[in-house]
């Protein structure tokens, strides 16, 4: 290369505006999305097409059902970490886009496309209403990741549950094999949730540690469920119905934390009444 085109190409780089280069928080939401469209692809190989096909491996297949639940595990991860770099480092102009577009893939396709392809193979389940349901889950991780760029909250809670909780409650729900009813209610209880006001905390310090370590937990109960370890069953759904109560119990401790919180200032407001 002539050393005129090097220089060139040394100054377009320079010159490039800032909101094209990529920070390393934004390298870490990539992850987030390369890991949601494989979550997609494994659901797709390896138990909707088998399924179709009419093979030997049919229905949920373990192992690339455990690949798929494992790689939106990865993909919290990177959303987990993306937010603590962006704090400590910097973040791209562009870094709050590539983060929203990023969880719609892994928490917003890939569980709802889950529950369509549970829909699909397991034998109580009813096609066309699980489609609504996994079209439901879709439209509410939408709705809540465009709130969430709109509204301007208190430091340190999320209004409704997060979308990767909420993506890997969903996917436990399925993972329990109920029969088809309470499945379908619980997955729409969770959608809800997701767009509702209720209160979570954001996953900071000791939190952050603690979510960290339920991830990395999960993927060994999935591991083990994969390989048909001795009680892999068991230990999967122990860990998902756990995933499932933790989404319901955790608005509950949020609730009483305002209720309280509200009765202590009315204490406070009678306390400064009084002569």
Known sequence: MPEADAESDADGTEDMPLSMRLSIADTLTLGNATCGFMAVYFTTTGILIPHLTGSEETGMARHSAATAVILMLLAAIFDLFDGLVARKLRSSPMGAELDNLSDLISFGLAPAYFVLVYGMVADDAHQRVS????????????????????????????????????????????????????????????????????????????????????????MGLLAAWAFDAPGGQLLLQTGCALQVVLGAVIPLFATARRVNTFRDNRREARAAQLP
């Open 131 to 218: 489609a609504l349901a996994a079209i439901v889950v879709l439209l509410a991780v939408v709705l809540r990741l465009a709130r969430f760029s709109c509204v301007t909250l208190k430091d340190g809670v999320f209004q409704g549950m997060p979308s990767p909780f909420g993506a890997l409650t969903v996917v436990s729900i399925v993972l329990l094999e109920l029969p088809f009813v309470p499945t379908l209610l619980a997955i729409i209880g969770v959608a809800w949730l997701m767009v509702s006001r209720v209160e979570y905390p954001k996953p900071r310090g000791i939190l952050a540690v603690a979510m960290l370590s339920w991830i990395v937990g999960a």
